[in-house]
């Protein structure tokens, strides 16, 4: 059972074009959802975080749209550079738990 | 501040063999998660340790197991391997203090398996 969906796979965007990933998660439970980036050869790295009490959460380029009763959540590149290209995970945990329930990730791709 | 540290990067078994991989997390954390990275199956929960204690445990058969010791240091072990355990083994380090649920990611090691 896929806790949390992601979508789409992978994405092609332009130099500073928007890139929008997108997630669902099936347990109301969550009350935590991070994005992860992760670049070739390294483990991923923490880039924002949400918690359900607010509807959005921006990061400099970076921001985190959250829809609580629609069980969504996306996060929004602003202003798309090559280096962002990178696999993003989405994840989700609940309370004091460590355990993190990752979507299967989606492949950015940003052209110069 | 060093980071996480996984060791070995790389490794090549065989079928039926068994592994151990380390990780020694950053200095001050005492929660340790381990979690494999496929292509098919993305990142999946293993476990987590606290102190000493296994906290919590993903849904993996018991030829996967791990450790804590008391530097927090962890190890975890995967007996008799088969083809379908070639991944890529990801260690996670947190603290309270950087908040409950951030985690800080090693490199992983990559095991392959013939």
């Known amino acids: 059972q896929q806790q949390v969906k992601q979508s789409p796979q992978s994405l092609i965007v332009q130099k500073g074009g928007i890139s929008i990933i997108n997630c669902a998660y099936e347990?109301?439970?969550?009350?935590?959802f991070p994005w992860y980036q992760q670049f070739p050869g390294k483990g991923p790295a923490l880039l924002i975080a949400i918690r359900p009490d607010v509807s959005e959460k921006k990061e400099g380029r970076f921001t985190i749209s959250f829809n609580k009763s629609a069980k969504q959540f996306s996060l929004h590149i602003m202003d798309s550079q090559p280096g962002d290209s990178a696999t993003y995970f989405c994840a989700a945990s609940r309370g004091s738990n460590y355990k993190l329930t990752f979507g299967k990730g989606t492949l950015l791709t940003v052209n110069p | 501040k060093a980071g996480v540290t996984q060791t070995p990067r790389y490794l090549i078994k065989t079928r039926g063999q068994q592994v151990t991989l380390s990780c020694s997390p950053i200095s001050g954390h005492r929660s340790v998660s381990w979690y494999q990275q496929t292509p098919g199956q993305g990142l999946q929960f293993l476990f987590e340790y606290f102190s000493e204690t296994q906290r919590n445990k993903g849904n993996f058969p018991g030829r996967f197991s791990g450790r804590q010791f008391s530097n927090s240091r962890s190890e975890m072990n995967v007996s008799t391997l088969e083809l379908g355990d070639s991944a890529l083994y990801l260690c996670?380090?947190?603290?309270?203090?950087?908040?409950?649920?951030?985690?800080?990611f090693g490199a992983g090691s990559r095991l392959t398996v013939l």
């Open positions: 996670a380090s947190s603290s309270i203090s950087s908040g409950a649920n951030v985690l800080t």
């Open positions: 347990n109301t439970a969550f009350d935590y």
